[in-house]
Every structure is written in structure tokens, then in C-alpha cells.
């Protein structure tokens, strides 16, 4: 699929800190590219669906069902925002995305070959990044938050299955548990040289 722009992903456990950094990273790209910010679940009608009825309450869902809405809702956020912004050769930095699925679905005991062939239409971001934090750490930081993803042995699943994806090359593993600041430098850095490289 031809894409004029540049997407970038940030991957992490819940509580590493991703969305701040995602957002930090578009103002400072902002000064010297076209920047946007967007995120997973989306704004969109499923993305809405999936916050409203799961993602912050107490209701279960089979975990089946769970990756087929993301799976719907990444199709839809793609549609929507992601590949209209690279069209216009936007720098898309995107607070979540496909890994998501494979790390959460995946540590919930589902196939990642089936998670990825029902995600097969998600293109493949130029960067994707995993910020990393121990699951004690976000354990911690997730106190005042509830989420259904927030036990710990969930977090140190999903963690595995991002380390492995870090181990394949796939995710630049950038230390979370730095300061804000290091961390954002840490992003920045990579991805202006990505940029830079790619002019």
C-alpha cells in the first residue's frame, strides 16, 4: 500500500507512560514536521463502542470477541485517519496499534497466527516502539486506575510477548522507568534520524 508519510507507533503495558509520550513526541516533531497524534481504540464508532462497553468496566467479553473488535476498530481507525494523514505525508504517531492486540490477545492464550491473520489489513508502521516498565512499576502506577488488563500476571504476559517482538527487531524497546524527559529524548532521537535518513 503506497504511503507518502511516515507512521510511528508506541507500544507499552498500561501505565508506562505510552500516551504522554505519544503526545510529547507530535509537539516536538511539530516544530520541524507535520505532525499528528491518534490512538487505539479510536474515536471512531467501534473504537467508542469498545470504551464505553469493555475497556473501562466491569463487562466481560469472550477474548475471541475482544480481538475482533480491536481488529474492526484498527480497519476503521486505519480508514479513517491513519492512511488519509500518510496520503498528505503526515508524520502519524499512533498511542497504541496492532502489537496491542498481539501482546493483550496473545498473553490471554490466542493464537498470534490467528491475531495476525485477522489483522492482516494493518499495514506495517516504519517504527514501532515498546516502552518499557516492569509489571511491578505499572502495577504501582495504576493504582488509582481500573482497567480489566490491570492484574499482574496479565501485565508480565503481555510483557513477554513485547519483549519477544523487541527480540525479532520488530519493537525499538526504549526504558520506560527513566525520567519523563530521558524518555522522551530517547524517542525523539531515533525517530529524527529515522526522518532524517528517509528525507
Known sequence: MAKKG?????????????????????????????????AEPSDGKIGSFIRRSYLYSERRISHVAEALLFAADRVDHLEREVLPALRKGQVVVSDRYVYSSMAYQGAAGLDLGWIKKIN????????????????????????????????????????????????????????????????????LAVVLTFLEANR
Open 120 to 187: 492482516e489489513y494493518a499495514i506495517r508502521p516504519d517504527l514501532a516502539f515498546f516502552i518499557d516498565v516492569t509489571p511491578e512499576v505499572v502495577m504501582q502506577r495504576l493504582r488509582r486506575r481500573r482497567t480489566v488488563m490491570e492484574n499482574l500476571s496479565t501485565q508480565q504476559h503481555v510483557r513477554e510477548v513485547y519483549l519477544k517482538f523487541v527480540n525479532e527487531g520488530i519493537l525499538v524497546r526504549i526504558d520506560g522507568e527513566q525520567t519523563k524527559e530521558a524518555v522522551a529524548n530517547a524517542l
Open 6 to 38: 511516515v507512521f510511528i507507533c508506541i507500544e507499552g503495558l498500561d501505565g508506562c507512560g505510552k500516551t504522554t509520550q505519544a503526545k510529547l513526541l507530535v509537539a516536538r516533531l511539530r516544530q520541524q514536521y507535520d505532525a499528528v497524534y491518534t
